[in-house]
């Protein structure tokens, strides 16, 4: 079955104290609210990671990172391994953020070993797909999303793929105020689930999580996830005031 999911990406955003206290206020918040078959990620900074997971074992959201090294282990001196992430209880890892793909010149085939590194640990991640604002004017962001995919995904095998969940963001939409209309997202969301159908079945491409992200707010929240092939969101800047955070999880 599709489990809907509410994504809280925080970014390099947030001290140590306000971390604690917007960790607490979500997990005070969720305690009160019957989820079902919803899941409510937060993504905070590395240094934050510990703190989340140890508030986790007793709310109701899990714990993911925001990015992740492919390899184990080894000298690459400031990175993260999936088994350390593994080993502080995350289950979540964001990867392919365009935040990372435009400052960090991340490729499709980086991305792809990075994805082999956190399904070997048993983590799930969080893939980020999306075109640039001159690709969908020149009106070629299904291309774009499809050779994405093509690059980064499809070499997984179906057990695997059936644990990767995929975020649709449009880069024009990400920290802009412009959000995808509720038509572009559907659109764009039904054309990735008819790829993952194509490329293994029908009933794996049924069962993918597919999340919206790019300025989805408590406003627009509702009519986003009204459609049939978003099922959920990856938030950003929304995430960061538990009141906002909270009524896109009660969107769902
Ligand atoms: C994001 O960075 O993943 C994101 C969706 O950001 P925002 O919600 O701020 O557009």
Redesign the pocket.
């Known amino acids: 079955m599709r489990t809907k999911i509410v994504a809280g ?1 925080w ?1 390099m955003n947030k001290t140590f104290l306000e971390a604690e206290e917007l960790v607490a206020q979500v997990a005070e918040a969720l305690d009160t609210r019957k989820l079902d078959n919803k899941t409510v990620v937060l993504c905070p900074p590395f240094p934050y990671l510990e703190l989340a997971t140890d508030i986790a074992k007793d709310a109701k959201f899990s714990v993911g990172a925001q990015n992740v090294y492919p390899d184990d282990s080894g000298a690459f001196t400031g990175e993260v391994s999936p088994p350390m992430l593994k080993s502080m209880e995350v289950e979540y890892c964001i990867i392919g ?1 365009s935040e990372r793909r435009k400052y960090f010149a991340e490729s499709n085939e980086f991305l792809a070993g990075k994805l082999d590194g956190l399904l070997k640990h048993d983590i799930i991640p969080i893939f980020c797909c999306g075109e640039v604002l001159p690709e969908r004017e020149a009106k070629k962001h299904f291309k774009v999303v499809e050779k994405q995919l093509n690059e980064s995904l499809f070499h997984l095998k179906k057990n695997e793929m059936s644990r990767v969940v995929v975020a649709y ?1 449009p880069v024009w ?3 802009t105020g412009v959000n995808a209309t509720p038509e572009q997202a559907q659109e764009m969301h039904a054309f990735i689930r008819s790829l993952i159908a194509k490329k293994y079945s029908k009933k794996l491409a049924d069962d993918v999580t597919i999340l919206y ?4 707010n408590a406003k627009n929240a509702k009519e986003l996830f009204s459609n049939p092939d978003v099922d959920g969101g ?5 995430s960061l005031k538990a009141v906002d955070f909270l009524a896109i999880v009660d969107a769902l």
Do not use: T
């Open positions: 990406n970014k953020h963001e939409a990400i920290g992200g790019g300025s989805c990856l938030i950003g800047g929304a």
